[in-house]
């Protein structure tokens, strides 16, 4: 009889599982190279998972989770036979910290990137200590963008949602204030899903075209702000940002010392009627005219370029 209690106990106990976030532990921009520490570019892989030949038909691709799968990825992850943890998609940046990236990241799979010491509105022990003062930092190092958020997929319904909150944002010109330009295209960020910024600053990035900080690229793409001090970026047009459709939503953001070159008709936001799609079948997805843009509550101070066309 007491065997078969601490049988029971023993099975209560394993199948009680629990959800842990995925902890950055170094700053070194590493992938798959150290397994003793797990950096931001291994922790966004180990959400992406990977794509492999299909075992069965290897003229096939599929999908292979790495989130929740044995091995991990890096140093990120992983559990034991009996572990009962289970990883969800949130990665946690220890607050004070700055990440150097070699090279732009991709995102292909719905994720949150945070601190891991989030406050109530994202400023210091004052609002004299400003936006983002005890924010990790994410700087780019070279001339490229920090994130290419796109799961490749052609169906406008297939949409991921990229949540960065309480993270700044910091472009090659923070490293290297005489570089021309970081990227073509969206010198900080270039966006094919769905991306909410949240009480940060994004801050240094240059395109040689469109978005200065931000490009979004299709019209099923979308941005939100939300408390977000956007500043010192520059682009031919969209000097803070760009959009192929207007599908935006931002509140209480500041935006100062965005700038498109001298003598251009440039503005700060660049909204365009939208770029011609095509369905999973080739059929042309009519364009999006509509205006669905709503800035408020938001400040535009001593920027060299007019706000919105």
């Given at each position: 009889m007491l065997k078969r209690t601490i049988s029971l106990s023993l099975l209560c106990m394993a199948s009680h599982a629990y959800s842990a976030n995925i902890i950055v532990t170094t700053t070194a921009d590493e992938d798959g190279t150290n397994p003793n520490a797990c950096s931001l570019r291994e922790a966004i892989q180990l959400i992406n998972?990977?794509?492999?030949?299909?075992?069965?038909?290897?003229?096939?691709?599929?999908?292979?989770?790495?989130?929740?799968?044995?091995?991990?990825?890096?140093?990120?992850?992983?559990?034991?036979?009996?572990?009962?943890?289970?990883?969800?998609a949130i990665i946690d940046l220890p607050f004070g910290k700055t990440y150097l990236l070699d090279s732009e990241i991709k995102i292909r799979r719905s994720l949150t990137l945070r601190s891991d010491n989030l406050s109530s509105d994202?400023?210091?022990?004052?609002?004299?200590?400003?936006?983002?003062?005890?924010?990790p930092v994410i700087r780019a190092v070279g001339r490229h963008r920090l994130f290419?958020?796109?799961?490749?997929?052609?169906?406008?319904?297939?949409?991921?949602?990229?949540?960065?909150?309480?993270?700044?944002?910091?472009g090659c010109a923070v490293t290297d204030p005489s570089v021309a330009f970081c990227e073509t295209n969206g010198g900080i960020i270039?966006?094919?899903?769905?991306?909410?910024?949240?009480?940060?600053?994004v801050?240094?990035?240059?395109?040689?075209?469109?978005?200065?900080?931000?490009?979004?690229?299709?019209p099923q793409s979308n941005v939100t702000l939300t408390i977000v001090d956007m500043q010192d970026n520059f682009a031919t047009n969209g000097a803070a940002l760009s959009f192929e459709r207007p599908n935006f939503n931002i509140g209480g953001s500041y935006f100062s010392k965005?700038?498109?070159?001298?003598?251009?008709?440039?503005?700060?936001i660049h909204v365009r009627e939208g770029v011609q799609q095509t369905n999973s079948s080739g059929e042309l997805v009519p364009l999006v005219t509509t205006r669905t843009g709503l800035i408020a509550d938001s400040t535009f101070y001593k920027n060299d370029a007019a706000v919105i066309d």
């Open positions: 998972g990977e794509t492999i030949r299909d075992p069965n038909d290897p003229s096939k691709e599929i999908y292979k989770d790495l989130l929740n799968s044995t091995a991990g990825y890096g140093g990120c992850g992983g559990k034991d036979a009996v572990s009962d943890v289970f990883y969800s994202g400023f210091g022990s004052s609002r004299r200590d400003g936006l983002g003062v005890n924010n290419d958020i796109d799961d490749d997929s052609l169906e406008a319904s297939s949409v991921q949602s990229v949540i960065i909150q309480q993270v700044n944002l910091e270039s966006n094919n899903e769905s991306l909410l910024l949240s009480t940060l600053r801050k240094g990035g240059r395109a040689d075209q469109l978005g200065g900080a931000v490009y979004s690229t299709t965005n700038n498109v070159p001298a003598g251009s008709s440039g503005v700060a």
